[in-house]
């Protein structure tokens, strides 16, 4: 097991053991840890369950939904500010032609 893979399967542990603590099966855990995919993100929704006590398995989800949601739009403005540096930094090193093609 490599040292990923044994941070993803702790933090999975972790989430399982407080969804089962508030009454929820240990299949919806592993469910939510594989759509989370990130021990990080495994760890926020460990810490939404301490601090919430969902009563209902909708809740949880909403909130596995809603992480994985800000996870994405997170990526999405990386991947914007990346593109724009690199557009800056053509324009700033080499003169720019709209008519030119590469």
């Known amino acids: 097991m490599t040292p990923n893979q044994y941070l993803w399967a702790q933090a999975r542990d972790r989430l ?44 949880l989800v909403d909130e596995m939904l809603a992480i994985c949601a800000e ?15 690199r557009y800056n930094a053509r324009l700033y090193y080499r003169k720019w032609d709209p008519d030119e093609e590469d």
């Open 16 to 59: 399982v053991a407080a969804v089962t603590g508030i009454g929820f099966s240990a299949e919806l855990a592993g469910l939510m840890a594989r759509q989370l995919k990130s021990p990080k993100a495994i760890d926020r929704m460990t810490s939404y369950v301490y601090q919430a006590h969902p009563r209902t398995e909708e809740m």
């Open 71 to 85: 996870i994405e739009a997170w990526r999405e403005k990386k991947e914007s500010q990346e593109a724009q540096a």
